[in-house]
């Protein structure tokens, strides 16, 4: 357990560090050291043999840096997309450029076990090492979306972080985060327990309705404004986790992944546009890091506390709390974060753009 959460928690432990890579450094370049690194990592685990607690620091310590790595790569890809989205298209933007992150979690897995397959965990981890590196050789033609000035005072992360707007909605982050823990790791489990032999149905439903509605959820959104339908998102996403308070059969799973589906596919792009637009470019590397740090430090505390949760009162209780935890999420959104927000002026219309 402690290996699995290693890199979860170097990403919220090193997260100031590499957001404020991004700002430094440049989008490009923190990327480019981030892929290097996905591409060097994986061919490690090959060399851990024999029993587990004879190689535990020496991998502890790999699977900290491969979380360095991933903090990398995210928090430098999406600053990089947000620097190159016309900011009238900002949530749309987003949410498309989230459908490949989401494609590719779900195609990773697959592939992942034919590897397994045709080579062994050998075989698993180079095919690891080879999506870095071709991840690393396509990024190469890309330009740099943003070049630090040296003359430049710079912020520190924990300065953008004391920022109302960027705390508020940290803060927002780690109770969302909190509630994802439920689905990601207790609906598997809590879907054996109940005798439904196909528990993907939940992920399934929740992929497909995820990336179904981010493109037109990201448009609505850039033309309404995202504080508009960021609080029915929240509520949808609470009312998905209610649903499996109680489940019975396998309707029941699958309506609920959709339903939470809908929801979360809006939430992220729009919680991402808000904490960005109107900001500095040379911050939101340090914002980003801000807001995906929270979603971290979110699911690593709600995995904890639901775990024990359901450990003592069962998993009804368990997704009732992840429920209870968004909607608390809602409420304070609706009080301390939509007075900060402002509407920008009218957007031209997109067919324009």
Known sequence: GLQMGAMSLAAVIFRPWTSNLVDRLGRKRTYWVGCLMLAMLPPVYGLFQGNLQHVWPAL????ILHGVADGLVFVAGFTYIADIIPSQRMSEGL???????LTGSAAGPVLGEFAIRWAGFTGLYGYAGLLGLMALILQIPLKESFRPEPTRDKGSFLTVLKRKKTGRIALLAVLCGMGSAAYQGFVAPYAESRGI??????FVGYSVAAVLVRPFGGRLADRVGEERILPLALLVIGGGYLMLVDLEGSGRLLLSGMVTGVGQGLVFPCFLALALRNEPIGDRGKINGAFTGGLD???FGGSLLLGWIGQRAGYGPLFLMAG????????Y????????????SVNPPLDSL
Not at 95 to 101: E, N, S
Not at 197 to 202: N, R
Not at 333 to 344: D, E, G, T
């Open 60 to 63: 502890f310590l790999l699977r």
């Open 297 to 299: 430090l979110g699911l």
């Open 333 to 344: 959104f609706l009080a301390r974060i939509l007075p900060l927000v402002s509407r920008r």
């Open 324 to 331: 209870a935890f968004v909607w608390a999420g809602l409420l």
């Open 197 to 202: 032999g196909f528990v993907s149905l939940f």
């Open 95 to 101: 949410g498309m450029f989230g459908i490949f992150g």
